[in-house]
């Protein structure tokens, strides 16, 4: 059984310019009691051909005080637009966050991100040079993935994932 249940996680300042930073308020709730740290991370994924491209946004850590519900809003640079292949750049990517017990991740919820230019006109015939200053972006905040996993809460030493468990969020 999990310790934690993620209850909600909200997309805040959507759609947006891409280089705003990217905010999701999290609600989650400790069942049991946990010894140790949650980590959470956010990560871009910069190509679907390859994940050289990918771009950890940020990771923090929360330290539950013990058995009850929490709520913080994480917050993380936009990605680094030059580290993004030019053919990828524009239309639909995702964005991954994912928490870890003792380095286990136990649940990651993906979204889908269409970035595109700020006028029809940049759309429909985008420069050769991209104009990193035009590009906005927006998450699909209504369509999560979430993926949850069973882990060990117990023993830190187990790093055997089981297969996940997929579930498309109410």
Known sequence: MACVNVANVTVLDNPARFDNP???????EILEHLADDLEWKLVYVGSAESDEYD??????LV?????????FVFQGDAPDPR??????LLGVTVILLSCYYHEK???RVGYYVNTEYDTA????????????????????A???????YQIDWGNPSTTTPPPPTAMACE
Request: cysteine-free.
């Open 121 to 140: 006109e940049l759309n429909e015939e985008p420069p050769e040079q991209p104009l990193y200053e035009r590009l906005v972006r927006n998450i699909l």
């Open 105 to 107: 991740e136990f649940i």
């Open 22 to 28: 990217f905010q999701f308020e999290i609600t989650f």
């Open 83 to 88: 580290r993004i292949p030019p053919n990828d």
């Open 63 to 71: 330290a539950p005080q013990g058995v009850g519900p929490y709520k």
């Open 55 to 60: 771009q950890e946004i940020d990771s923090v």
């Open 142 to 148: 209504d369509k999560p993935r979430v993926t949850r």
